[in-house]
């Protein structure tokens, strides 16, 4: 049975500075790393037990950077809504409060927070775990994984955008698309003939939601060409790299896992994207076109891990 919720055992930054030594205190054996452990991520996004996206993209790619990748789950589901012609669908919402209850019990903290893919409900118990469960100076990524190609993903209704404006208002990083950027800002989307003029009037209305620092993806100018804009509110830089011949489903998640990690092993967030769209282009490279739901992300490991070698913190 759960125990009832005490404001004791509301946690902030304050109660993470006052640990005590594990097995001092009060009995309860604290979770403190030491000076050596790797960084400690959480993410939050959907199980989908088939399909190569969220969390069974994001536990491989980022401990694949060397960073350690804690998983809350915001539901299961047999499989993807992007392509499968049905699925079941488990929400999880109604086990966040205890799960976060049960972490400041033990004093678990996480140095930053990636969310992915989350249903409506689940936008406040997500931002009071990130807000109580957050190591000192913990870093939030908001991937507002819910449309592309100009549509939301199904079983997102048109009010939901807004609830997840909500998340990326405190975010450090988000990482949205072209078409997730219109959804948040209430816009109509554009994909094509669009000039650097209205990439940076996007980024500027993602910047006034609250976001720290705007990594858009799917930005081109070229035909030849597919990028990502970085912005950090003062300078609005650019990676590109050749356009592949085709698209693949869960792209976005291999992105996102990859730029967090890269980060966190001490990246400058052009270089983290940079390396995100390497990995990503690998990935659609070596997989087979028969491969239809998702990539081979497996397959570029060991180009990640072999750029990372050199990165602090290894
Ligand atoms: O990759 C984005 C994604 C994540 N999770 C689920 C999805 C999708 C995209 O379709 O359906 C369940």
């Given at each position: ?27 309860v ?21 088939v399909?190569?996206?969220s ?17 809350l ?47 409506e409900p ?17 870093i ?7 449309a ?45 003939g ?27 100018f070229?035909?030849?060409?597919l990028?990502t ?30 730029f967090?990690?890269?980060v ?6 052009l ?12 990935s ?29 913190g290894?």
């Open positions: 049975m759960r125990e009832p919720r005490s404001t004791a055992s509301i946690a902030s930054h304050a109660a993470y500075g006052a640990h005590t030594p594990a097995g001092q205190s009060d009995g054996k604290e979770r403190i790393r030491d000076m050596n452990s790797p960084k400690r991520l959480l993410t939050i996004q959907d199980v989908s037990c399909g190569q996206c969390a069974t993209v994001a536990l491989p790619l980022v401990s694949a950077c060397g960073v350690e990748c804690a998983a789950p915001s539901a299961v589901l047999s499989n993807h809504t992007g392509g499968f012609a049905s699925w079941t669908f488990r929400d999880l919402t109604s086990d966040m409060a205890g799960i976060e209850e049960q972490w400041l019990k033990q004093k678990i903290f996480f140095d930053a927070f990636y969310t992915g893919y989350v249903c689940q936008i406040d118990p997500i931002l009071s775990i990130m807000n109580h469960c957050a190591a000192p100076g913990a939030r990524f908001v991937d507002p994984a819910m592309d190609n100009g549509k939301l993903y199904a079983g997102f209704g048109p009010g939901f955008p807004a609830q997840m404006a909500r998340l990326c208002a405190g975010a450090d990083y988000i990482l949205p698309n072209l078409t997730e950027a219109a959804f948040l800002l209430g816009r109509e989307p554009v994909l094509s669009y000039d650097e003029a209205f990439v940076a009037d996007v980024v500027a209305g993602l910047h006034a939601l609250g976001a720290k620092n705007v990594v858009l993806t799917g930005v081109s070229d035909p030849k060409k990028g804009a970085v912005s950090d509110g003062s300078s609005l830089r650019y990676d590109f790299n050749p356009r592949l011949s085709r698209m693949a489903h869960g792209t976005g998640d291999v992105f996102a896992s990859v967090a990690g890269g966190l092993r001490g990246l400058d967030a270089d983290a994207a940079a390396l995100a769209a390497d990995v990503v282009c690998e659609i490279e070596k997989t087979p076109d028969s491969h239809w739901y998702g990539v081979c992300f497996e397959r570029a490991v060991p180009l990640l891990v072999s750029r990372l070698s050199s990165a602090p290894a």
